[in-house]
Structure formats: structure tokens, C-alpha cells
């Protein structure tokens, strides 16, 4: 191992013992780690700032908590790789990042010193939210780049369909080659060459279809047109047929109007006897009622005479009669003056009976 490797080794020991030695009392003053890291940042130049960015970034999990990734892929992220340990190194001596160091660049561990630092750095924060939109995909492509190289770069570990749009939109609206890890950036370019490989060949297999179907829509006009005059034909016979059945149906419709018309006739005939036969025998029963009445006339006429002669009879006997009532009322007048008179000389004689006693009596 050469001296610079073994001087870098030998801080990464320090920086981890540092670390674990100070943890507690760094991370039980959220506020003071999120200021010191402020600081920390403020003396770094543009470009390590940005490198501490990523690094930072890629320590963190889009549900944000701590993310342990080896130094290896971290520096695979974009940037020269000695400069992004230089970068790991300040924020380790820093007391921001943990490193365990171990045999190779593989087996050491890097992470972020403490959960607080998260949840109180607001610059952080600030990173962590407008990388937010993207931090997802690029755990799963992070992910997807680690299983395809394990695979030996195996095309069946590429992503298609749905997930492969969605990575062509990934890097149409953010990235360009160099902005992503060496891995990530690989495999990002094997899912668009094996996706641009689909659509050509989808575009292949669509211009033979349409050659096809092309091929199949000449023989289909062709066959239309075929069909097309022996449609004519047929419709012409149809048409001839549709003329027959037109005429015959004229002549039934005429012989049925000529038949309606004669049963017509024959109930007006009909119904002209019955009117006729209805007449005449009202015509009888008129007569009939006529000379019965002229014969109840002649017997009114006889009954007439008779009961005028009646009347004549009648009112003879009522003279007769009246004249006996009268001798009858003259004789009840005479009888009934006889009796007054009768009375009052009675009376007188009573009345001279009485005086000729009274003078007795004297």
C-alpha cells in the first residue's frame, strides 16, 4: 500500500474514532451540528460545495433517514473521485460524516453522523426538497444500476415498458451525460439504447404490417370491385323483379278496387230494395190507419147523432121535470101557507082560550 494510502486510511481511523467518541455530544445539540455544518460548508470552494451536495444527497433516503453507502460509490458520483474523498474526508475530520474504514474502497462505510442533521440542517432540507421530485427514481436507478452490473450487465435486468418512459423523461428534462454516477449513467444509457432498439424494431414490424395491410387493402379493392358489378347486376335484377312485383301489385290492387266497387253496388241494390219494401209497408199500414180512421170517424158520426138525440130526449124530460118541480114548489108553498095559517088560528084560539079563563078567573 503506498504512503498516501496508508496516510488516508490512517484518517479515516482517526475521523471514525473522532466520530464515534463526539457523536453523542453533537447530536444531542441539534442546533450547534446544523450552524457547525453551515460553516463547514461556507469554507469550501464552489465545486466542493457542490460535490458535498451530492455526497450528501446520496446519504440520505427519499423517506429521509440515513442512507449507508460505500466509499466506493461514492466516489462514482460525478466528479473527479480522489476530489470527492478529499470532499468525504473534510466533512469526516469535520464530524459531519461517519466513515468505518475497511479492507478496499468497497468495504468501507460512509453515513451521515447523525439523524438530526436531516431533520435540523435547513440547507440540507433545502437540497433534499428540490431534489425531492427525483430522489425516488434515483434510489430505484441507483438500485437497478447495482443489480445489473452484479448481472454482468445482463440485458434482462433492463428496465422496460412503463419505467423505461419514465427514465427517457428523467433525462430529457433534467440530465446530460456526466451528471449522474459512472454506473447509473451506464445503465441509464443501456435502458434508452435497448429501449431505441424497441421502437425500431416496433417501427419495423409496424412498416411491415402496414406493408401487409397495404397488400391486403389492394386485394380487398380489388375484391371490391368484383363484388362491387356483380352488386350492380344484382341490383339490376332486383330492380327488374321490384318492377314485376310493382305491376302486379297495381293489377291486384285494381282487380281488388274493381271488386269493392261491384259489392258496393250490390249493397246499394240491396239497400235501395229494403228502402222500397220499408215504404210500401209503411204505405199499407198508413191506408190501414186511414180507413181505420175514417171508419172511427163514421162511428163518432153515429155516436154523435145518437147522443144529440139523447139530448133532445134528455132535455124534453127536463122541461116535464122542471114543470113538476114547480107544481111540486107551489104545492109545498100552498101546504106550507095552509100551516101557518092553520097555526095562527090556532094560536088566536089559544089566546082566547087563555082570556076567556082569566076572565073565568076574575
Keep these: 500500500m503506498s504512503t498516501s494510502a496508508c496516510s488516508v486510511n490512517a484518517r479515516r481511523v482517526g475521523a471514525r474514532r473522532r466520530?464515534?467518541?463526539?457523536?453523542?455530544?453533537?447530536?444531542?445539540?441539534?442546533?450547534?451540528?446544523?450552524?457547525?455544518?453551515?460553516?463547514?460548508l461556507a469554507g469550501m470552494s464552489v465545486r466542493q460545495a457542490k460535490l458535498c451536495r451530492a455526497v450528501f444527497e446520496r446519504l440520505v433516503t427519499p423517506e429521509r433517514t440515513r442512507a449507508i453507502a460505500s466509499l466506493r460509490e461514492i466516489r462514482e458520483l460525478p466528479g473527479e473521485p480522489d476530489e470527492i474523498e478529499g470532499v468525504v474526508?473534510?466533512?469526516?475530520?469535520?464530524?459531519?460524516?461517519?466513515?468505518?474504514?475497511?479492507?478496499?474502497?468497497?468495504?468501507?462505510?460512509?453515513?451521515?453522523?447523525?439523524e438530526s442533521l436531516i431533520e435540523r440542517w435547513p440547507t440540507l432540507q433545502r437540497w433534499l426538497d428540490e431534489n425531492q421530485k427525483d430522489a425516488a427514481f434515483l434510489d430505484k436507478l441507483r438500485v437497478a444500476a447495482r443489480q445489473w452490473e452484479s448481472s454482468g450487465c445482463a440485458d434482462d435486468t433492463l428496465w422496460r415498458g412503463k419505467i423505461a418512459q419514465e427514465a427517457r423523461r428523467f433525462?430529457?428534462?433534467?440530465?446530460?451525460?456526466?451528471?449522474?454516477?459512472?454506473?447509473?449513467?451506464?445503465?441509464?444509457?443501456?435502458?434508452?439504447?435497448?429501449?431505441?432498439?424497441a421502437k425500431r424494431r416496433r417501427r419495423t414490424l409496424i412498416a411491415g404490417t402496414m406493408t401487409g395491410l397495404a397488400l391486403l387493402v389492394a386485394m380487398a379493392a380489388l375484391g371490391i370491385i368484383k363484388v362491387v358489378r356483380q352488386n350492380q347486376v344484382i341490383t339490376a335484377q332486383l330492380e327488374e323483379i321490384r318492377q314485376t312485383e310493382y305491376n302486379l301489385e297495381q293489377a291486384l290492387a285494381n282487380e281488388r278496387a274493381a271488386r269493392e266497387a261491384a259489392e258496393r253496388a250490390?249493397?246499394?241494390?240491396?239497400?235501395?230494395?229494403?228502402?222500397?219494401?220499408?215504404?210500401?209497408?209503411?204505405?199499407?199500414?198508413?191506408?190501414?190507419?186511414?180507413?181505420?180512421a175514417a171508419e172511427q170517424a163514421r162511428k163518432a158520426a153515429r155516436d154523435a147523432r145518437a147522443a144529440r138525440d139523447m139530448a133532445r130526449a134528455s132535455e124534453s124530460g127536463a122541461r116535464d121535470a122542471e114543470a113538476r118541480a114547480s107544481a111540486e114548489e107551489r104545492r109545498a108553498k100552498?101546504?106550507?101557507?095552509?100551516?101557518?095559517?092553520?097555526?095562527?088560528?090556532?094560536?088566536?084560539?089559544?089566546?082566547?082560550?087563555?082570556?076567556?079563563?082569566r076572565e073565568d078567573l076574575r
Design 334 to 357: 100552498e101546504a106550507a101557507e095552509h100551516e101557518r095559517r092553520s097555526r095562527e088560528a090556532l094560536e088566536q084560539l089559544i089566546q082566547r082560550s087563555v082570556g076567556n079563563i
Design 19 to 40: 466520530a464515534l467518541c463526539d457523536d453523542e455530544a453533537i447530536g444531542g445539540v441539534a442546533g450547534t451540528l446544523a450552524s457547525h455544518a453551515d460553516t463547514v
Design 89 to 114: 474526508l473534510v466533512l469526516s475530520d469535520a464530524r459531519l460524516l461517519a466513515v468505518e474504514t475497511g479492507r478496499d474502497d468497497a468495504g468501507s462505510r460512509v453515513e451521515i453522523v447523525h
Design 266 to 292: 250490390r249493397r246499394t241494390t240491396e239497400d235501395q230494395r229494403r228502402l222500397a219494401e220499408v215504404l210500401q209497408k209503411e204505405a199499407e199500414e198508413a191506408r190501414y190507419r186511414a180507413e181505420s
Design 171 to 197: 433525462r430529457d428534462r433534467y440530465y446530460y451525460q456526466g451528471q449522474l454516477p459512472e454506473r447509473e449513467q451506464r445503465y441509464l444509457d443501456a435502458v434508452l439504447r435497448l429501449s431505441s432498439q
